[in-house]
């Protein structure tokens, strides 16, 4: 019989940076095991980063999905004020940006916004 007990701290990190892995890989369905076991959408790396920030900013548009269904915010900015939709405009993620906005995302939220990044990058189609 097995009993329950909290992570450690360096379990907690193990975790955390699996979580960043799989989002940066597109490895939807480990990841959404996760969240559905517990970890927070919205958990963030050292530099503020959620997982949703690096699908976005990787290209993976099903991943973002999941993590949308999820309940992971989509405006969350990471520490340098970046949001999951101008990453994906930076990185010109076309599927990516569509996915966002039509969650809702605040084109005009973090530094540089999405709507400054389109604009800077003459892809402002992205944002129709």
């Known amino acids: 019989m097995s009993?329950?007990?909290p992570l450690t701290p360096d379990e907690t990190a193990r975790v955390v940076e699996l979580?960043?892995?799989?989002?940066?890989?597109g490895m939807t369905s480990e990841l959404a095991g996760f969240v559905e076991h517990g970890l927070?959408?919205?958990?963030?790396?050292?530099?503020?980063?959620?997982?949703?920030?690096?699908a976005a900013y990787h290209?993976?548009?099903?991943?973002v999905r999941r993590l949308v269904e999820l309940g992971a915010d989509v405006?969350?900015?990471?520490?340098?004020?970046?949001s999951p939709v101008a990453g994906a405009v930076f990185k010109g993620e076309d599927e990516v940006v569509r996915v966002l906005r039509d969650a809702g995302a605040d084109l005009d939220a973090g530094?540089?916004?999405a709507r400054?990044?389109?604009?800077m990058f003459e892809r402002t189609d992205l944002l129709r």
């Open 116 to 119: 400054q990044a389109a604009e």
């Open 75 to 82: 405006d969350r900015r990471n520490h340098r004020d970046q």
């Open 19 to 25: 979580a960043m892995h799989f989002a940066r890989e």
């Open 40 to 54: 927070p959408a919205d958990v963030q790396d050292e530099d503020g980063n959620t997982p949703l920030m690096l």
């Open 59 to 63: 290209g993976h548009a099903a991943t």
């Open 111 to 113: 530094t540089p916004s």
């Open 3 to 5: 009993e329950d007990r």
